[in-house]
């Protein structure tokens, strides 16, 4: 009944080597790792030299492996590795949030018209099942929202900021000293990580598709010292939050820093830790706790999926065509923006202030907003602003375009 | 694909009324409840009277009627309705853990017989979908231990206690007036609920099957102020945990009151809500935290099963035989034991006594015993002695039996 799978692996860094090691270890699976595919010829690695290939053709032509593991940092080549691997009716399993993310639509089509299968667990929450209960589990009760602490590297600077008072420049350090960071940590902190995350969740959680320009991204870079004591104040915590909820028909979605209080699911989540809550109409609120990153807990999440096409397991993708909501374009929620100047914050234009702070040499203001009136560029372009949502805050959509199709109609 | 599920539903209570509802708000399920089976004649319900019939053969009698849903509270009776249901083909979901850990090993045999379905995650943690995740998705990542709080009613009782200093009477009469607790307590109180629970996990965990009468469980009705303000001196809580660890060879297992530490999967986990912590050898631990009890919650899972049985899914139980683990009989744990009363204490015998106090209304000792050195009967039967584990504290096998083959066969 189980099919004996040979695996072609791309790949052997932190993710890579876990899993070649669980995999040898695990002696329930009827699986083994054929060859493997790595870019850099001369980098030292654990196994013998032998044991490595340099040109993908070498899997994708061996017509004796059913399964290809992707598990590469760069998005571009893992998209012709894993489009080209479905041509020749391999199934796939990848932990590249980015890849899947930005191309969501042509990788669903075109491997269900190459008839294989495709899973990603590993993408979202490393080790937290989420793909999976959202799939099999949560496929008929109707769900009202989702929210994640889902990059582990921005919950970890963030809770050394909420525990020491430091700078954000010396916690992202440290944090890369310790290789909780990349050098290049732009994907991480500026909330690119989370939006890729909360893309593929959109999927399964609501049937939606989206692209990566349609769905609001901001980070954390922006911190300031005073921006975790106003938190501290209040008794709120800053976390970088995967957000989706439905709001009437639509589906409000972005990627931000959110002030969150001592009963959310997020307030008690630290370091490197991921959580996701999940609502539903009928089971209410659900949380699923655990590492995110690492090499063995992200290994088995890859394992789990290797697992699951033993038996021939695919998403199905139900909710897909099911729900008629889409994703609100333009949208009313509460923000704390802040300044060490006065006049920066002039640049956010708020319908509605509730609470306004300024001092020589900090400010703030909090107040509505339209979703629509602030953006990535204006984020990555003014970085003395931080901007952070509330996470149990009142969202009102703007149905600005419906309300002038109407009008034009009569 | 999915089969129209035609449902003979037993019980109409709180979970029963919320499947019907949740059933008929969901638009997402090809299935109907075509008959209602409820004991008592005259109780007044939400629906005509004409819906319910009061012989349970008016379902099983009826060929058209492919599943069985059963949401009764009388495990033998629950039983016999099952066991007819599988010898006339029917699937099963179920959210009796009692029916389930006291014929665990026959309902699997004649379930597998008849070969018909037989699902019941509603039946540990609600809405929390433990059962599936260790069967779908932990099905490769050997497992190193699962504990959780999976009695809402006694979670209720001691985190009243924890916050209020009350008398634990005093909380089970306020639990008791608010239906958070029975009328008659004892399966959940004394630790009954959460074995039956525990001894599911261990079925889906370890491919273990037990009988209750070989799983130590005592409960938290003894529990004095004194013994709240002993945990919150040292920063501890008591929490009510149904706990499995594997110690070398063999599986220890037991319900019991723990102290836990701030920094366990439990110590946030509070009122109704249950959560489980699975320990993998790879994935490290995960925490899913939701709401054990109440209508929709639990309706939810029993939806989520019914949903399942759309595609024919049946648990597969990969763990049994597989593993060749065995449930522990004897083994050193470390207990605190207190007493109105210094010379009750003397009726456990401690093998190493760490800690001690005696006044004349409160004593207490902190030391190491033998599993075997308690047992139900013992706490049953001294009401003045409130016995507690350590969630963090080694375990050491005690493999006398074993030493003894051995020592004959030399």
Redesign the interface.
Known sequence: MSNKLKIGLFGFGCVGS?LYE?LN??N??NASIEKIVVKDRDKHRSLAKDRFSFEKETVLDDSAINLVVELIDDAEAAFEIVTEAFRRGKNVVSANKKLIAEHLDELLALSEECGVSFLYEAAVCG???VI??LE???????LASIKGICNGTSNYVLTRLNNELKSFDEVLADAQAIGFAESDPTLDIDGFDSKYKLQILLLHTFGLKTVPQNVLNIGVRHVKAEDILFAKEKGLRLKLISYAKKVEDEIVAFAAPMFVKDDS?AF?VNNEFNAVEIE????????????GA?S??T???V??D???LQYNYKYEY?KLG?NSSSLADDFVFKVFVSSKNAESLSLINFIQVEEEFSSSNYSYKVGLIKSSSINYELYRNQPDLFIAAFEDAEIELIKKEKQQVESLEV
Request: no cysteine.
């Open positions: 876990g669980v270890q695990s329930l699976l080790s937290i099942p999976r209960n099999e589990y949560y496929n008929n009760d109707s699911f008690e539903g109409l009928f089971a209410d609120k659900q949380v699923f706790v655990g590492k690492g063995f807990p290994a088995s999440a394992l789990s290797v697992s699951a139900r099911s």
